[in-house]
């Protein structure tokens, strides 16, 4: 793994370069679409609350917040009369702006589209939002699970008789949410292209998560899926489709869908279709099967079936910790992870022929780059003394 300890305001490279980003710092999704621009080498001014900013406890370390890297620190006020001025100030310089309050609280400070655009048209301004900006639950409080539960795709997750199971925050935060809104920006951004033009980008996680999930509302409309959980294809359903426990309490993850890999799988597991009930897709028999297959892999240890799919297209693959696949060989090859302040990290995704984006710098310190990143971003250095010694912004010791 590469160690990586580049200061946060180093030049950056990739297919984003030149690129500026006014981040409203807030937590999960917003910041995971920051994280992604930042990655591919845009300029990103992280704006954090000046004073009392700490979103996990008394013990949060704010160097430590992975999502955070690669982006200038900027302590701001708004509650100040200068903070939403100096807001306004970095809008104008700005591509894209990106916030994840609720509805109405940037209109009510006036740092709201309207505001931002009135001197800058052609700035991208992201909303990121559990609901969305406009509807009747538009206001309520949420988090991940209550999105992807309004979304339908919670339903669908889990096992046989059991309760929905939450993906960790994957589906509404980062997915239906992060990559959403940075998808929603670019495409804002090559539409300017053309029209010179910004214009408001509404994402809201409800609605990116049931996106992702478009497949499967075709599936469940067609006879394709069913409304039991874990009885499907790729919900835990199949034998051929699941994980299982070797002798040792390892794992390994099985995902043999086509005849030719399955046939490849009994082969592996010295099984013979002749001596099982049913075909491969009979699900008549698939809890069966799935009997079958536990007992068989809990005969032997991890290290003995890794050894037995070598060079075959069983699809079985151990299942990895955190720090197993940032060590995985495959992992080593492709540069996939680094280390950076004591922390592993996946570098940034996907790769590009030419334009390499450069490994970004470790999180910033609340504040840290405030009189630095203001100036390249075009306020005088008389101003920046009296936003500091107004309180309106803060500049960190270091």
């Known amino acids: 793994m590469i160690s990586q300890e580049s200061p946060g305001d180093a030049v950056r490279t990739g297919p984003l370069s030149g690129l500026r980003v006014l981040e409203l710092g807030g937590f999960g999704p917003g910041p995971f679409a920051a994280m992604l621009l930042a990655d591919m080498g845009a300029d990103v001014i992280r704006v954090d609350r000046a004073h009392g900013a700490r979103l996990a406890g008394p013990n949060y370390d704010f160097r430590k917040e992975v999502m955070h890297r690669g982006r200038r620190s900027v302590a701001v006020d708004l509650k100040h009369q200068d903070g939403p001025s100096t807001i306004l100030k970095l809008a104008e310089e700005a591509d894209v702006l990106i916030e994840g309050f609720r509805p109405g609280v940037c209109e009510r400070l006036g740092i709201g589209p309207n505001d931002c655009m009135a001197t800058n048209p052609g700035l991208v301004y992201g909303r990121m939002t559990g609901w969305g900006q406009t509807g009747p639950i538009s206001q309520e409080v949420g988090h991940d699970i209550n ?56 994402a809201a996680m409800a ?20 409304d039991q959980r874990g009885t499907n294809l790729v919900d835990s359903g199949a034998p051929f489709y699941d994980c299982y426990q070797t002798a040792d309490g390892e794992w390994v993850a099985v995902g043999a869908m086509e005849p030719q890999f399955y046939a490849e799988l009994l082969d592996v597991l010295s099984l013979s279709q002749d001596e099982l009930p049913g075909g491969q897709y009979d699900q008549s028999h698939w809890p069966e099967l799935k009997t079958t297959f536990a007992a068989r892999f809990a005969e032997h240890d991890l290290a003995h079936w890794k050894q037995a799919a070598v060079g075959r297209d069983a699809c079985l693959t151990p299942v990895l910790s955190l720090m197993e696949a940032a060590q995985s060989e495959q992992a080593e090859a492709r540069d996939s992870f680094s280390v950076q302040n004591g922390i592993v990290q996946p570098n940034p995704a996907p790769k590009f022929s030419r334009t390499h984006p450069s490994q970004p710098g470790p999180p910033p310190g609340l504040g840290e780059h405030t009189r630095a990143a203001l100036a390249s971003w075009g306020i005088t250095d008389s101003v920046i003394d009296e936003l500091i010694e107004s309180g309106a912004v803060r500049q960190s010791a270091g």
């Not at 979304?151 to 997750?157: T, Y």
Request: aromatic share 10%; proline share 5%; hydrophobic share 45%.
């Open 147 to 202: 999105y992807i539960a309004a979304s339908g795709m919670l339903s669908l997750i889990g096992r046989r008789d059991q309760p929905p199971t939450p993906p960790l925050s994957l589906l509404g935060d980062f997915g239906g949410g992060g990559m959403i809104l940075a998808l929603g920006i670019l495409s804002a951004l090559w539409e300017r292209g053309s029209s010179g033009l910004g214009q408001i980008v509404d």
């Open 207 to 226: 609605e990116g998560a049931a996106l992702m999930g478009t497949a499967f509302f075709g599936f469940a409309q067609t006879g394709a899926w069913t």
